[in-house]
């Protein structure tokens, strides 16, 4: 079955501590997205990448590093300069770029929580 | 500016009565679609419907359509007939085409479905 992996569902780290969250997708999917859902919010992009060895930050890419090494693969480093952590994080693919849903899948996402 | 308003925080409803979820947008951009998303506990964000704001009609997906008023900037989603797994957040979102892929999204409305 093709979709979107993400690992682990929930994740607990310290303070202080870099922390990279698992992103794979078997769908030869071009574009990648990271989204960031705080409680009671919808989503905020955080980086997306449109082909390996490329990408670009989204609306709060500040606190966060990427690599597309690989198609299938866009993992996302939560680093110790992102203030408030402590939220849930969506990883989702497209064929290609698109701001519309519908063309989009998502992974089920990580609930990290930083104390 | 906050472009996507959702007022109503939370909503209950009585199984098999319909429910109206309110939703403003501001924008200045004439071409723009709207949507609605449904987000269950398990946190994956299921699409749901979509309107484009040269659209005549409001749209429908089976039990759930749009009330678009553009003069009003609103564009509330109303399910008929709810059921209990109707129970969930859900998201109004708006993507300004001169935005380019990014789609913005309201605070969300968690709706309870009463037995």
């Known amino acids: 079955d093709g979709g979107i992996t993400q690992s682990p569902k929930y994740l607990f780290r310290k303070e202080g501590q870099n922390v990279t969250l698992s992103c794979e997708q078997n769908?030869?999917?071009?574009?990648m997205y990271w989204y960031r859902q705080d409680p009671g919010q919808g989503l905020r992009l955080i980086y997306y990448?449109?082909?390996?060895?490329?990408?670009q930050k989204g609306d709060i890419a500040e606190g966060y590093s990427v690599s597309r090494e690989k198609k299938e693969s866009f993992p996302l480093t939560v680093t110790s300069a992102q203030k408030n952590p402590t939220a849930f994080y969506l990883c989702?693919?497209?064929?290609?770029?698109?701001?519309?849903?519908?063309?989009?899948?998502f992974g089920p996402g990580t609930r990290l929580t930083v104390t | 500016a906050q472009k996507i308003t959702q007022t109503q925080p939370g909503m209950f409803v009585q199984e098999k009565e319909a429910v109206t979820l309110d939703c403003t947008y501001d924008?200045?951009?004439?071409?723009?679609?709207l949507f609605w998303y449904k987000q269950p506990s398990s946190g994956e964000m299921i699409f749901l419907i979509y309107?484009?704001?040269?659209?005549?009609q409001n749209a429908t997906e089976g039990r759930y359509s749009l009330n678009f008023q553009k003069a009003r900037k609103s564009a509330n989603l109303v399910i008929s007939a709810s059921q209990l797994g109707d129970s969930a957040m859900y998201f109004c979102?708006?993507?300004?085409?001169?935005?380019?892929?990014?789609?913005?999204f309201g605070a969300g409305t968690r709706l309870f479905v009463k037995a």
């Open positions: 990448s449109q082909i390996v060895n490329d990408f």
């Open positions: 989702a693919s497209s064929r290609r770029l698109a701001g519309d849903f519908r063309e989009q899948y």
């Open positions: 979102a708006m993507r300004e085409d001169t935005g380019g892929f990014k789609t913005i």
């Open positions: 924008t200045s951009d004439p071409s723009y679609g």
């Open positions: 309107q484009g704001s040269y659209d005549q």
């Open positions: 769908l030869n999917h071009d574009a």
